[in-house]
């Protein structure tokens, strides 16, 4: 994300003709989202654009938003949010919809948009829930309040937190070496993983077992599969295809 004069806030440019390229692209293995603008993930949306708005056209652009968001949690292979900087509003809403989360210590998210006259209305009254419990998730929305990296650590909103560095991009740099231990898994494997969570949050557990056999049921036939057992048996590393 790189609009540094609204310090990378969402507007009516998005990312969802990037998306649906990358999600056609089989050797994409990891997404990760991050800026270019220096001690800014994403401001959230772009409320000067919004004033110029009517009410409809306001409803249709928040629409679109929730959209890209969906289109986010919904792209096939793990999606990692890098956040360096503040992440706040819309900005929050799009880390919540990817996989995993980094940030640096001192970076400050918060769903803030009560303090606005708003609510969130990308997705976050539904992921932050689910993400932290309901109680926590209603006081961070309903005060507005904003933590800092190591804050969200301590909940459990970022599975990571480092201390920020002079190129202001430390969130990123862990967030590539997260993504390194995941690019030598199956690929097939840790995608239909991804689907058999994320199905199965939504459902009781006994649905989601059947969502599991499913998601296993597609694995058996690839040769990563083979080629799993094949190295374990040999005592080597594997070498996935993503077939």
Same mark, same amino acid.
């Given at each position: 994300?790189?609009?540094?004069?609204?310090?990378?806030?969402?507007?009516?440019?998005?990312?969802?003709?990037?998306? &649906? %390229?990358?999600?056609?692209?089989?050797?994409?293995?990891?997404?990760?989202?991050?800026?270019?603008?220096?001690?800014?993930?994403?401001?959230?949306?772009?409320?000067?654009?919004?004033?110029?708005?009517?009410?409809?056209?306001?409803?249709?652009?928040?629409?679109?938003?929730?959209?890209?968001?969906?289109?986010?949690?919904?792209?096939?292979?793990?999606?990692?949010?890098?956040?360096?900087?503040?992440?706040?509003?819309?900005?929050?809403?799009?880390?919540?919809?990817?996989?995993?989360?980094?940030?640096?210590?001192?970076?400050?998210?918060?769903?803030?948009?009560?303090? %606005?006259?708003?609510?969130?209305?990308?997705?976050?009254?539904?992921?932050?829930?689910?993400?932290?419990?309901?109680?926590?998730?209603?006081?961070?929305?309903?005060?507005?309040?904003?933590?800092?990296?190591?804050?969200?650590?301590?909940?459990?909103?970022?599975?990571?937190?480092?201390?920020?560095?002079?190129?202001?991009?430390?969130?990123?740099?862990?967030?590539?070496?997260?993504?390194?231990?995941?690019?030598?898994?199956?690929?097939? &494997?840790?995608?239909?993983?991804?689907?058999?969570?994320? %199905?199965?949050?939504?459902?009781?557990?006994?649905?989601?077992?059947?969502?599991?056999?499913?998601?296993?049921?597609?694995?058996?036939?690839?040769?990563?599969?083979?080629?799993?057992?094949?190295?374990?048996?040999?005592?080597?590393?594997?070498?996935?295809?993503?077939?």
């Amino acid at each position: 994300m790189n609009r540094p004069h609204a310090r990378n806030a969402l507007g009516n440019v998005f990312l969802l003709e990037a998306l &649906a %390229r990358l999600r056609e692209d089989q050797q994409v293995r990891v997404l990760l989202f991050r800026s270019g603008v220096k001690g800014v993930f994403c401001a959230g949306a772009d409320l000067k654009e919004r004033e110029q708005m009517s009410a409809a056209e306001v409803g249709v652009f928040v629409q679109r938003l929730r959209g890209l968001m969906n289109d986010i949690a919904a792209f096939p292979a793990p999606t990692i949010a890098a956040m360096d900087g503040f992440a706040l509003g819309g900005g929050l809403e799009l880390a919540l919809a990817c996989d995993l989360r980094v940030a640096a210590s001192s970076a400050i998210m918060g769903l803030i948009e009560t303090t %606005r006259g708003l609510l969130p209305g990308a997705g976050g009254t539904q992921r932050l829930p689910r993400c932290l419990g309901v109680a926590l998730a209603k006081e961070l929305i309903f005060t507005g309040r904003r933590l800092s990296g190591v804050q969200a650590h301590a909940l459990g909103l970022v599975n990571h937190t480092v201390d920020q560095n002079e190129q202001g991009n430390a969130a990123y740099l862990r967030a590539r070496t997260l993504a390194q231990e995941i690019l030598p898994q199956a690929p097939i &494997a840790v995608r239909l993983g991804k689907v058999a969570i994320d %199905r199965g949050m939504e459902v009781d557990i006994a649905s989601g077992m059947a969502i599991e056999g499913m998601c296993y049921a597609q694995n058996i036939p690839t040769q990563d599969r083979l080629e799993g057992m094949a190295a374990f048996r040999e005592k080597r590393p594997p070498k996935f295809v993503g077939k």
